[in-house]
């Protein structure tokens, strides 16, 4: 049957069933979100339905927020599970998030089954309960269409969506939830096994206890392990015991004790054995954030110097000493091995230099790593029949961003294997078999696509999702053009894609060099050209270190050269003869988001973050983006409204250096256009469809812009009413001087200048204005104070 997703109902309103609700909603789904009626409702006359409309408040107000955007909350209907089971008949997909007990699950799957249309889906986001167990006693229908559904928390961000058959489930049920959660719910959808804590959970918390146990071995303090085990090796800030503090200690407990309980053949069992510490947390209550200590814990800490008023409690966080069981000042851990890879940007190379260390931070990243790669290795085929879809899980649900056998292969499979037995730590026989054969590593690249070895052929097959998406670095063999910091890449029916690798993706004059190049070269051999980054961000804009260098030694001359340069090549990238399509992800500020303004057509990850933020390093947007709010609010303007609010709102969104916290919020703010630009949810996806839509451009006819010169600007007209907005921004203490010095400067430029009439003006006429105000704030000292700060520190200071 084909099948469609038109609403869905979210049985049990927690955190967890919230937020799954949110995020329904925020792809455009309907939703109905059920619980219990309210404890007590009939004799305290409370609303019946308090406690699911509080649950979802409570979700909404989150931070992260679990919505794209806040009106998809209009989606959403509550309601209880006595009057509003019934309404169920109406949904096509049913997903049970309910208390993690199984005589309450049957009881709902009871009632379920008294109203749930035959052939609609129904499905567990249970983490503890075995799927076979849950669906036994139900019709033939309902085990037909029922599996596991295991969302990750917080569903908006972490990708990871594990699709548990159980036996009578139908294929193409699977089938179905693989493909909708990939392509709709922007999610790294993983076939799991019906095993204890199935895929990522059971990896993720052997990871942690084994953490445990080899901080021990080298006498490691949480600091210094938080310090090792973070984004210096590609894993998120929070680390290891800041990520139990946040999942909760009693969570992690939990699926520990499952593991040693129900495992009896797992060789590391021991390791799931609960430590007497943290056997003690768990009877305190420390349980990390939701009990408020637990590895960390705030501490009040009276401030003795000033006034009294100004002798306030300030809050510091202090580090659990594990062998005190005492909270203590936090430490800061210092690693020559580290310290010393830090400046290396590439990850695979900064953890070959890392592993290889001589010093106790050597010693610990190899027992940490023998350890997982012996794990991973006895997995297969217990939690799954192909090992990519361990690290596929890792990486999606725990925020790894290179996975274990991906690191495997980096430091080498066979030497890493001979050291690995050396130190006692057993492989799986099937790597000796892959190694014997011939084969030297898990992963490899033929003809563009991802290959992974496959242990029951013992061959290697295609990596099923990477013929769905575009890895740019699968075309090393088809690079067009590069420079020390971007690659042009022939990524087949005549399309081209740059994409660039500096710190944080800044923009400096090689990669304007190579957006300039890629343009020619496309214009003369392809069809079209797309801009993506493969990294977490797509660029943090311009690079401020070359700012400020030319404006500290006042070098106005290369200074106006360099704006002119970006202003050139974003013009460039406007008026080629060819489409050119952006494909952001992530951070995409200041010169980032330019690029996207001039693109013919944006294809955003939905979380994309992007916005124009010159003002907070006290500058206006100087690479044609001030130029474009101008050019969009003058065909914005008609007759219905006073022509200055469609300005007023364009001018206070750079004003205020406003960052869009979703592409669809982007969407509100102006940057990207409704009809025109595309959302993707799924990052992975965007790339491919960038190139879809080059394609799709040429196909239709692409014809060059011709460059605008009938651009209506206001002139005084507005440049009143502006001024008079950011003196009451400063009179209400929302803005500091140079903040409105730096305002009154983009309203000049906004308003075309200080003329007295409405007039049609050239885009070459705003740059020129944009280019000049840009260069006399880089001359001021608060200006460069900020930039500094930003240099320095990684955020600019208010002054």
Not at 76 to 104: A, P, Q
Not at 105 to 112: C, D, I, R
Not at 615 to 642: C, N, Q, S, W
Request: proline share 4%.
């Amino acid at each position: 049957m084909k099948r469609s997703i038109k609403k869905v109902a979210v049985l049990g309103s927690g955190v967890m069933g919230s937020r799954i609700a949110c995020h329904f909603a925020g792809i455009g789904v309907q939703v109905l979100l059920l619980d219990i009626a309210t404890p007590g409702w009939e004799g305290n006359k409370l609303p019946k339905n308090k406690l699911v409309n509080d649950a979802l408040q409570a979700a909404i107000k989150s931070n992260p927020s679990p919505v794209y955007t806040k009106d998809v909350v209009k989606r959403i209907t509550t309601g209880n599970f006595d009057d509003n089971m019934k309404d169920i008949t109406s949904c096509d997909w049913v997903i049970e998030v309910v208390v993690e007990r199984l005589d309450i699950k049957q009881q709902v799957y009871e009632k379920v089954e008294q109203f749930r249309k035959p052939g609609t889906l129904i499905t567990t986001n249970t983490s503890g309960i075995p799927i076979h167990i849950l669906s036994q006693g139900r019709s033939e229908d309902f085990k037909k269409h029922f599996c596991g559904t295991h969302f990750f928390n917080p569903p908006r961000y972490l990708r990871l969506l594990e699709i548990i058959p159980a036996p009578e489930t139908d294929q193409s049920v699977i089938d179905f939830l693989m493909h909708y959660g990939d392509v709709f719910l922007g999610k790294t959808t993983v076939l799991a096994k019906d095993t204890p804590a199935f895929i990522a959970n059971r990896v993720g918390v052997f990871g942690i206890m084994s953490i445990f146990n080899t901080m021990e071995k080298f006498d490691l303090s949480i600091d210094e392990v938080d310090a090792l085990t973070g984004p210096i090796i590609g894993r998120p800030k929070s680390a290891t015991f800041r990520t139990a503090d946040v999942v909760g200690i009693d969570t992690l407990v939990k699926v520990a004790d499952g593991v040693a309980q129900n495992c009896t053949d797992d060789e590391a069992r021991d390791l799931f054995k609960i430590p007497a510490w943290l056997q003690t947390m768990i009877e305190n209550k420390w349980l990390g954030d939701k009990t408020g200590q637990g590895f960390f814990k705030k501490v009040k800490i009276p401030v003795t110097e000033g006034s009294p008023e100004e002798r306030k409690s300030d809050k510091e966080i202090y580090t659990l000493d594990l062998k005190t069981l005492e909270y203590k000042p936090r430490t800061k851990a210092s690693f020559g091995s580290v310290k010393a890879a830090q400046p290396i940007e590439d990850l695979k190379t900064r953890l070959k230099a890392l592993f290889t260390a001589k010093d106790k931070a050597g010693d610990f990243y190899r027992h940490f790593h023998y350890a997982l790669f012996s794990y991973v290795s006895n997995r297969i085929p217990e939690i799954s029949n192909e090992l990519y879809r361990i690290d596929d899980a890792m990486m999606a649900g725990f925020g790894w961003e290179i996975g274990a056998f991906e690191s495997w292969d980096v430091f080498g499979v066979a030497e890493t294997a001979q050291a690995m037995k050396a130190a006692g730590y057993p492989i799986a026989s099937w790597v000796d078999e892959m190694l014997a054969a011939g084969n030297t590593s898990f992963y490899k690249t033929e003809n563009n696509t991802s290959l992974y070895y496959d242990v029951a052929s013992k061959t290697y097959k295609p990596v099923p999702s990477a013929g769905n998406f575009i890895i740019l670095e699968n075309y090393k063999n088809k690079i067009v053009w590069k420079n020390s910091n971007a690659w042009l890449y022939d990524i087949g029916d005549d399309v081209v894609a740059l994409q660039w690798q500096t710190k944080m993706n800044t923009i400096g004059s090689e990669v304007l060099q190579a957006v300039n190049k890629s343009i020619e070269i496309a214009e003369d051999k392809f069809k079209g050209l797309v801009i993506s980054n493969s990294g977490a961000n797509f660029s943090a804009g311009a690079n401020v270190g070359m700012i400020f260098m030319y404006a500290i030694e006042q070098e106005y001359d290369e200074l106006d050269m360099a704006i002119r340069m970006f202003q050139n090549t974003m013009m460039r990238v406007r008026y080629s003869s060819v489409p050119v399509v952006t494909a952001p992800l992530g951070l995409t500020l200041g010169g980032g988001c330019e690029m996207n303004l001039h693109a013919d057509k944006v294809y955003a990850a939905a979380e994309t973050y992007i916005g124009l933020v010159e003002l907070g390093v006290g500058l206006i947007p100087g690479g044609g983006g001030t130029k474009e709010f101008v050019v969009r609010a003058a065909d914005e303007m008609h007759e219905d409204e006073p022509e200055t609010i469609t300005l007023k709102n364009r001018f206070f969104t750079i004003a205020t250096a406003k960052v869009a916290t979703s592409a669809f919020e982007g969407y509100d703010l102006g940057i990207l256009r409704k009809g025109h630009d595309e959302v993707v949810i799924n990052p992975q996806r965007r790339t491919g469809e960038a190139k879809n839509a080059v394609i799709e451009l040429y196909n239709q006819g692409y014809v060059q812009p011709v460059k605008r010169t009938d651009i209506k600007v206001l002139g005084r007209s507005a440049l009143g009413a502006l001024y008079v907005g950011i003196n009451s921004m400063r009179l209400a203490n929302y803005a500091t001087d140079h903040d409105a010095l730096v305002a009154r400067k983009l309203a000049y430029v906004m308003c075309g200048g200080d003329l007295s009439e409405q007039t049609l003006v050239s885009e070459q006429y705003l740059l020129d204005l944009e280019r000049e105000a840009f260069l006399s704030l880089s001359g001021e000292k608060k200006t460069l104070q900020r930039i500094e700060a930003v240099i320095k520190k990684g955020k600019p200071i208010r002054n």
